[in-house]
């Protein structure tokens, strides 16, 4: 199984970089994270926003791997605490399915985004920034992972 992290932006500070890598380094094979950065549009003085995000909702789904579950991170969506995240990734361990989870940028993600995706879960009642997004959902797999392992990780 692999688990995409289809992401609005591709010049994220170093620390965001490091942090993401960390966690993603520490999956096995079998629940392998890879990350696909989809370039944000220009957001100038001017700039149409409804526009900006509806071009970077359509990359987001360009980028969606084929028979992949795809779930929207919205403010919305369905809140899951880390052992429900855990149940959640076994049960798609168990069945081997792809997963692609769509964060969006400083607008959100593309309602062509959130009406594309099987489900739509919360990180968060908080706002988070984007960057510190793919921070947080990698530690959260990885503790997700940990947990179904019985791995010290967790405590």
Not at 89 to 99: C, I, Q, T, V, Y
Request: aromatic residues 4%.
């Amino acid at each position: 199984m692999q688990i995409h992290i289809i992401a609005i932006g591709d010049r994220m500070p170093e620390w965001v970089e490091t942090g993401y890598k960390e966690y993603a380094k520490r999956l096995p094979r079998e629940c392998r994270l890879v990350l696909h950065e989809i370039p944000a549009g220009r957001r100038t003085k001017g700039a149409d926003l409804r526009r900006v995000v509806e071009q970077e909702g359509a990359r987001q789904l360009d980028a969606i791997p084929t028979g992949a579950r795809v779930v929207a991170l919205d403010r919305v969506g369905k809140q899951l605490d880390t052992e429900a995240l855990a149940e959640e990734l076994k049960r798609r361990l168990a069945g081997s399915e792809n997963l692609a989870l769509l964060v969006g940028g400083p607008e959100g993600l593309a309602p062509a985004c959130l009406e594309r995706a099987n489900e739509r879960w919360a990180l968060s009642k908080l706002t988070l920034a984007h960057p510190v997004v793919r921070v947080v959902l990698a530690e959260q797999l990885y503790r997700a992972w940990s947990i179904i392992n019985n791995l010290p990780y967790h405590r």
